[in-house]
């Protein structure tokens, strides 16, 4: 295939094997524009929540103002995301992408109220208008993604995505506690809003269609769609499956809220010693994706395994590191784990979207986002009620061990015999497309 060759105009180009990610980027403009958008918005994320958790933590003196922002942002996209993949396979998902976008700059502008105790309540409502955006937004353009690019290069294309949240982590969490010292919180609540216009301009000039292009089926009834994608789910127990793995590591993030007391109680190495931690996270988490695609390249039948090895690598890691009191060792143990939960999660990303139909993928990657993020939420709950009853420590290695019990109960339940498919429903099935 000829090199340069810009696919905006036409369907994804067609190619005979993977590419890379440098040439996968160059090739397919379309793609290049979302992935970009991505990168703008999430560093605009990270840009503002620290040194929002910071503004609420002067302003009130109060730890819990940060935990109700956290799980508002968990909260909310777990109560919206059965009916918002509803949404997604019912519009075009392009001008829904951008909406998202446009209506999140409006709900972080409103920061820029938050000057006093009294104005705390804003930042709650602000982030929690974010968090229901993103139920929308994030299975819209994961159901997009394998209209962007060849199957060949879905894998590939993921593991950019799933890489793009670690980047941004590492880098935009550190650049965001540097921007508030250098000039203000404000001007990062700033910073992100420009971050979610830009991302919408970058969504507004793809040309290719961000579904399949058939007609969607009218309905009246929520729970009609609804109904319809449980019945798709248990006539195929390898979607199940899928859904289920995320929920793996997820349910070990806990740890993340138990960073600060462990390096105050046991690294002694304070606060600069906490960012070093998250910062590991990010970096594990920009590994993962890569590792996982060069794993399961080629190797489709490796993806059971991969799944079941990267969610005990996560837990065995997050053991190790409630373990261990040299704080290098901690360092790499984090780094270790979310390469792990990382690679999980483009994995199962990766199958779902292969595994699914057009016209009911959004619906899909609406109930695994949803199943993703309650499994944080009852994580975080689990580590904070653990770390009130025993010390820290402890509480991060029963979570540990609830991830590799989890590990364990998957891969028995995943090896079940797979349910007989139906026939496909009409509309539903993927269309056969000329590549060329």
Not at 205 to 212: E, K, M
Request: glycine share 10%; net charge positive; with cysteine.
């Amino acid at each position: 295939m000829p090199k340069g060759t810009d696919a905006t105009d036409s369907g994804p180009t067609a190619t005979a094997a993977p590419r890379t990610a440098r040439q996968l980027l160059r090739q397919e403009a379309d793609f290049r524009r979302v992935y970009l958008s991505q990168l703008v918005s999430l560093g605009g994320d990270w840009f503002a929540m620290i040194p929002l958790l910071s503004l609420l933590q002067t302003l009130t003196g109060d730890p819990l103002w940060g935990a109700l922002v956290l799980a508002a942002d968990t909260l909310v996209i777990a109560a919206l995301s059965p009916y918002a993949g509803v949404i997604v396979d019912r519009v075009d998902r392009r001008r829904l992408m951008i909406v998202c976008d446009l209506l999140s700059a409006g709900f972080i502008a409103t920061l820029l109220l938050v000057r006093s105790e009294s104005t705390a309540w804003i930042a709650l409502i602000a982030l929690g208008g974010v968090a229901g955006v993103k139920a929308f937004h994030a299975p819209a353009a994961n159901a997009a993604l394998p209209n962007l690019v060849p199957k060949a290069d879905l894998l590939t294309a993921n593991a950019l995505v799933g890489g793009a949240w670690g980047v941004m982590l590492a880098v935009g969490a550190s650049l965001g506690a540097l921007l508030a010292s250098a000039v203000g919180t404000h001007w990062c609540f700033a910073l992100d809003v420009a971050s979610f216009c830009v991302s919408a301009a970058l969504v507004r000039r793809v040309r290719r269609p961000f579904g399949d292009g058939r007609e969607r089926k009218t309905r009246t009834r929520v729970r009609d769609d609804l109904r319809e994608t449980a019945s798709f789910a248990r006539e195929d127990r390898r979607v199940i499956a899928l859904l289920l793995a995320k929920p793996g590591t997820a349910l070990g993030n806990g740890v993340l809220a138990l960073f600060p007391a462990l390096c105050a109680t046991v690294f002694h190495v304070g606060e600069l010693g906490a960012g070093l931690l998250y910062a590991a996270r990010g970096v594990g988490a920009l590994i993962g994706p890569a590792l996982g695609r060069r794993l399961l390249s080629g190797r489709g039948d490796r993806s059971r395994l991969l799944t079941l090895a990267s969610t005990l690598t996560f837990g065995l890691a997050y053991a190790g590191f409630a373990a261990v009191d040299w704080f290098p060792l901690a360092v790499l143990l984090v780094v270790t784990a979310h390469v792990g939960g990382s690679m999980n999660a483009t994995l199962s990303s990766y199958a779902l979207q292969a595994a699914t139909p057009d016209a009911i993928r959004g619906r899909v990657l609406s109930v695994d986002f949803m199943l993703f993020t309650l499994s944080l939420g009852a994580s975080q709950l689990l580590a904070g009620g653990l770390a009130t009853r025993t010390d820290a420590p402890e509480a991060a290695l029963c979570v540990a061990s609830v991830v590799i019990a989890y590990g364990a109960l998957w891969w028995a339940f995943s090896g079940s015999p797979t349910a007989r498919r139906r026939p496909p429903l009409p509309r539903t099935d993927p269309p056969t497309v000329n590549r060329g």
